[in-house]
């Protein structure tokens, strides 16, 4: 069984930082892409920030300049540092990882999994 889980979540007043971290741990081969999205209530799961295997970084732009992400291959780890945030930020914050799993018989398909959701505040 894969298991993402997620850290760091917290109130944090405007224009303050707030880093994110998952692991994800399991009888993992390869994780491919590796990130995280958000959900404000009542609107969409929105793609944040993801980095590929190799390193190639996709951010959505209300992010860029503001966010960055990270990788630990080694550990299988994805950290998301958010800097001079604002109110518009507030959401739930879910890992996503894109992994092949390894069993005893072979190799899994590519498989999409998620962590439980860390709550993100931004409020003076």
């Known amino acids: 069984q894969v298991q993402l889980v997620e850290s760091g979540g917290g109130l944090v007043q405007p224009g303050g930082s707030l880093r994110l971290s998952c692991a994800a741990s399991g009888n993992i081969f390869s994780i491919n892409d590796m990130g995280w999205y958000r959900q404000a209530p009542g609107k969409q799961r929105e793609l944040v920030a993801t980095?590929?295997?190799?390193?190639?970084?996709t951010f959505a732009d209300s992010v860029k300049d503001r966010f960055t992400i990270s990788r630990d291959h080694g550990k299988n780890t994805v950290s998301l540092q958010m800097n001079s945030m604002n109110p518009k930020d507030s959401a739930v914050y879910y890992c996503?990882?894109?992994?092949?799993?390894?069993?005893?018989?072979?190799?899994?398909?590519?498989?999409?999994?998620w962590g439980q959701g860390t709550q993100v505040t931004v409020s003076s």
């Open positions: 996503n990882a894109k992994i092949v799993g390894e069993e005893g018989w072979g190799l899994t398909l590519e498989n999409d999994y």
């Open positions: 980095m590929s295997l190799g390193g190639r970084t």
